[in-house]
Structures are given as structure tokens and as C-alpha cells.
């Protein structure tokens, strides 16, 4: 009986899942009691170390006093216990490094009961506190982390004056999306005093180096460490601001008008011309001529007699009245005044 095309479709998914599940096996090392190794590099034996107030291991190691040298405290959790059980040494220089240690799982809150009751005889010129990456799993919420954290730098700063903080190594266990939430968060809460991000030295497809194993990176943290303290403690120095230069002064130029084609010139006005505004058009009459037309000072036009009668009335040879003082009510008067001021003007 000829098969379905289901039941090829199973034969090809059986095919499939056989060959995702073949593992490749290598040689097997013999076990080494103080080294361990699972693919992701060599970490030393964990030793146990005395308990402190919170119930878990803890440990403070502090450098001999060196006047040469300035003083740094490391604020961490667990994963720097290669430094602390000296399997990974801090670099050399300028610098000595005291570090302040509990056992895993401790978070914010834990950390900060215990930094509350240590005794560190001298205060150091730097401390460090490395962002807890525990509260990715012992916080509720990324608020609730970044609020506990903000308690353990206040506790840190109420104690010592010049602190920073520095990155948490990334995690293979924990989502990197949630990780970088948290760094967000802890950025937020320590911007005032100076966030070092270590995230991009520790890239996840080198898993000997997120591990934080012995031989590959817990070499790299140390040496981050070391440049954080000596960044943290000598700032560089900010490049003189070169003198702003005097500008020489702008020269002013005047626009200048350039008129292409012809030009109206309006026509200059005439006070003894007249415009006559019709509905069609304009006309323009010459005022001279109409006064002219209108009448001309000829004494002629006068007979003797009325010219003898009017010099009677009001002799030629006299000013002109006031108009203002003849009475309004006499129109007689009036028209004398009328008479005489007009053949003064003549």
C-alpha cells in the first residue's frame, strides 16, 4: 500500500530531530581537585571563608600602607574572590587595592549591611562599587533593584567621600536584554558620580571571558579595575580654550539700485494748475489763464466819477481796515471793506 504524504513529512522530521540531537564528545580530562573546567575556562576551588553579620562568607583584605601609593577600595560580590584568594594579582603602578567581599548571591541590600560594619582603619582615596549583578535575580522588579542599589551608594558615600561606580561583568544565565535593563537602571540612579561601563570588553561569544574564569577573564577585570581607579583619581586635565580672535570689522556695503529700461519720470507739479477729474478723463487746466480771462486789473473798466466817490468814502492813501473790527450786523460796512481791499491789491 503506497504511503501518504504525511507519513513522508514524519520519516523527514524524525530524520531532523536525530540529527540535532547528536553530540559532539571530547576526550575527558582527569579531574583536577583544585581546578575545574566545563568549557567556559579554569576557576579555582572555592574556599571558604569566615561569616559576617548577614550569615554569609565574607572577606575584607586591605593592602600594607604605602605613602607612595593611594589607597582604593573595591566594593564587590563574589565573583572577585580570584583577586581576593590572590589567584589573579592586580596590576602594578601607582596604586594599591583593598577589597571588600562577600560570598555569592549577595545583592544591594546585603552588601551595603555589610560595607555599614566594616573596619577599614584608614579612609581611602577612591572606592569603587562594582554594580550588584545579583539583583538581576534577587530583585522583583528593575525599580525595586535600582532603589535598593540607590540605599548601598548612599550608605557607601555617607562614609567615604570620593566614590564611583563601575559596570557588572555580563551574565550567562540571564537574558542580555534584561541586563542591559538593569545597567540602565543602575546608570540612572549613580549618573551624579560616574558610571564605567564594562560590558563591551566581555563580548558573549567568548565564553571564557563572561565566565570570569581564572585564565581569561578575570585578567581582563582586574586590568578594567585598575584603569577605572587611576581614571577616577586623575581626571585629565581639560585643553585650554584657545582666546576667542577679534574679527576684524565688516565692511558696510550699500546696496546698490540698478533700474534696466525706461524710467517715469513723474511731471513736476504746477500750484496755479487745475485737475478736472471726469468719469472718462483727466484734464488739466492752467490756473494763470483763467485768472487772466477772468479779469484784468485795468482802472479803465471804472468811470472817474465812481472812482472820485468811493476815494471819498475811503481815502487810497490810508491803510486798510481791520476786517475784525467792522460789526458783523452793518452789511453797507461790509461791502465797502470788500471794495477797498480789493483795489489795494491793485
Known amino acids: 500500500m503506497p504511503r501518504g504524504k504525511s507519513f513522508r513529512r514524519s520519516e523527514a522530521a524524525k530524520k531532523r530531530l536525530a540529527e540535532w540531537r547528536k553530540v559532539d564528545v571530547e576526550p575527558q580530562q582527569p579531574p583536577n581537585a583544585s581546578v575545574s573546567q566545563s568549557g567556559t575556562g579554569k576557576r579555582h576551588a572555592v574556599k571558604r571563608w569566615s561569616k559576617s553579620l548577614t550569615g554569609r562568607q565574607h572577606k575584607l583584605v586591605l593592602p600594607c600602607e604605602s605613602p607612595d601609593k593611594k589607597f582604593v577600595l ?31 548571591g549577595a545583592c544591594a541590600m546585603e552588601l551595603r549591611t555589610e560595607l555599614l ?53 555580563p551574565r550567562l544565565t540571564v537574558e542580555v536584554e534584561q541586563q542591559e535593563l538593569l545597567r540602565q537602571q543602575f546608570r540612572r540612579v549613580a549618573a551624579r558620580m560616574g558610571y564605567f561601563s ?20 578575570m585578567p581582563i577585570f582586574a586590568g578594567l579595575l585598575w584603569s577605572v581607579a587611576y581614571e577616577f583619581l586623575h581626571p585629565p586635565t581639560p585643553k585650554p580654550q584657545p582666546a576667542p580672535r577679534a574679527s576684524p570689522p565688516r565692511r558696510q556695503v550699500l546696496p546698490k539700485v540698478v533700474v534696466k529700461g525706461e524710467v517715469t519720470v513723474p511731471r513736476p507739479s504746477n500750484p496755479f494748475e487745475w485737475t478736472v477729474v471726469g468719469k472718462a478723463r483727466k484734464v488739466i487746466v492752467d490756473a494763470t489763464s483763467l485768472l487772466e480771462s477772468f479779469i484784468q486789473p485795468n482802472p479803465v473798466w471804472f468811470s472817474s466819477s465812481v472812482l472820485a466817490a468811493m476815494d471819498a468814502a475811503v481815502p487810497s492813501h490810508l491803510p486798510s481796515p481791520d476786517p475784525t473790527a467792522v460789526p458783523r450786523s452793518s452789511k453797507v460796512n461790509c461791502m465797502q471793506v470788500v471794495y477797498v481791499g480789493w483795489f489795494n491789491c491793485f
Open 117 to 169: 560594619h566594616a573596619a577599614v582603619p584608614r579612609t581611602p582615596d577612591a572606592v569603587l562599587v562594582i554594580a550588584p549583578s545579583n539583583n538581576l535575580t534577587s530583585s522583583r522588579t528593575i525599580d525595586e533593584a535600582g532603589a535598593d542599589f540607590a540605599k548601598l551608594l548612599l550608605s557607601t558615600c555617607s562614609r567615604w567621600p570620593n566614590v564611583c561606580v563601575t559596570d557588572f561583568a
Open 198 to 217: 564594562f560590558a563591551e570588553h566581555f563580548p558573549m561569544d567568548r565564553l571564557e571571558a563572561v565566565h570570569l574564569s581564572d585564565s581569561d577573564g
Open 74 to 104: 573595591v566594593v564587590g560580590d563574589s565573583h572577585l574572590r580570584a583577586i581576593v584568594d590572590g589567584f589573579i594579582p592586580m596590576p602594578e603602578g601607582s596604586l594599591s587595592f583593598g577589597l571588600h567581599v562577600p560570598q555569592p
